[in-house]
């Protein structure tokens, strides 16, 4: 019986010591971790905020595969919500703040348990955009218990934000690849004044030139403050695949003939009857489109005509979007 005594007093004391011990420490947390990537600081802002993309990238979902989540009118933006049921409860998470592009400010709030504060930051590096994810907050004297049993809250939640960044940039390098085509046929294309500049030059070595050539035709444009008439279009002159060269024009459309200075001309496309194809998509992939309206026209009874100048119109280009798959581009074939 006295043996008993000493062991109910043991347990108490480790009971009053224990209490005293969780009591005395450090409630509060700040748990983070960053991944750089080489994606528009834009289309990372756009898919965090919206929480209805979060079901693509959520590190939880590996975790618990009976999750339900529900999403009320709003989930973008300040205010916007959404919450969830899953094996260990209810949650919601709801956006305070934000700066477009930059930063999100947001709070998580499970069924029992202290509020965390949620915080994204997007910042530019030479080497891509670093995404920092993470959470902070003070922990009361239960969920201290808890972490303690558990290892700590850093040891658990730490790797739970790596992953769902390297699955948040998995997500989004596949969506930027998205790409698609369509054939809209025969149309009357009008024609028009332009001004270009022009270049031949090895296929591998287009893309750098049209990166110098498009701008320099706008600078001059803005300069002599020259009111444009349509999108920037890509006119090709020559593509010899056997010798893996091209001759091209970079060129914006204006309302009328203009006396031009130095190397940017003026030129004029004539009206002329074409087959046209819309392509949606970065231009790392164009070229499927190019491939797939050559076949088709020739598929529709088509000619296309002997020694004609196809050309491609950017109607939504990278300084419209950043977003690669939201990239249109029109083509146009000239036939007989």
Not at 69 to 75: G, Q
Not at 177 to 204: A, M, P, R, W
Not at 214 to 223: D, G, L, S
Request: aromatic residues 12%; contains cysteine.
């Amino acid at each position: 019986m006295k043996a008993l005594k000493y062991l109910l007093l043991l347990i108490l004391v480790l009971i009053i010591g224990g209490s005293i011990y969780i009591a005395t420490l450090n409630g509060n947390y700040d748990v983070k971790r960053s991944r750089t990537m080489k994606i528009p600081a834009e289309v990372i802002y756009n898919n965090v905020n919206d929480y209805k993309n979060w079901q693509h990238w959520g590190p939880w979902y590996e975790m618990d595969s009976t999750i339900v989540a529900s999403y009320p009118a709003k989930t973008s933006g300040v205010d916007a919500s959404y919450t969830w049921t899953g094996k260990d409860g209810a949650g919601s998470m709801k956006t305070l703040s934000l700066i477009p592009n930059k930063q999100l400010i947001q709070e998580l709030q499970f069924s029992q348990g202290s509020p965390s504060e949620i915080t994204w930051n997007i910042e530019y590096t030479n080497t891509g955009n670093k995404v920092t994810w993470g959470m902070k907050g003070e922990n009361s004297f239960s969920e201290k218990a808890f972490w303690l049993t558990q290892g700590g809250i850093e040891k658990n939640m730490a790797p739970m934000f790596s992953r769902g960044l390297e699955l948040l940039e998995k997500h989004l390098l596949k969506e930027m690849d998205k790409h698609s085509f369509e054939f809209v046929g025969e149309v009357d294309h009008g024609g028009g004044f332009y001004l270009y500049q022009t270049t031949s030059c090895k296929i591998n070595d287009a893309d750098k030139k049209m990166g110098e050539m498009f701008p320099a035709v706008a600078e001059y444009i803005e300069k002599n403050k020259i009111d444009t008439s349509g999108k920037p279009f890509l006119l090709t002159h020559n593509w010899d695949e056997q010798n893996k060269t091209t001759m091209f024009s970079t060129c914006v459309p204006v309302k009328e003939r203009i006396e031009t200075e130095g190397n940017v001309l003026t030129g004029y496309l004539l009206p002329q009857k074409t087959f046209k194809t819309v392509y949606k998509g970065s231009y790392t992939n164009s070229y499927k489109a190019w491939e797939a309206a050559y076949k088709e026209l020739a598929k529709k009874g088509f000619k296309e005509v002997e020694k004609g100048e196809p050309f491609e119109v950017y109607k939504i280009r990278p300084t419209d979007n950043s977003n690669p798959a939201e990239w249109i581009t029109e083509i146009y074939i000239p036939i007989e």
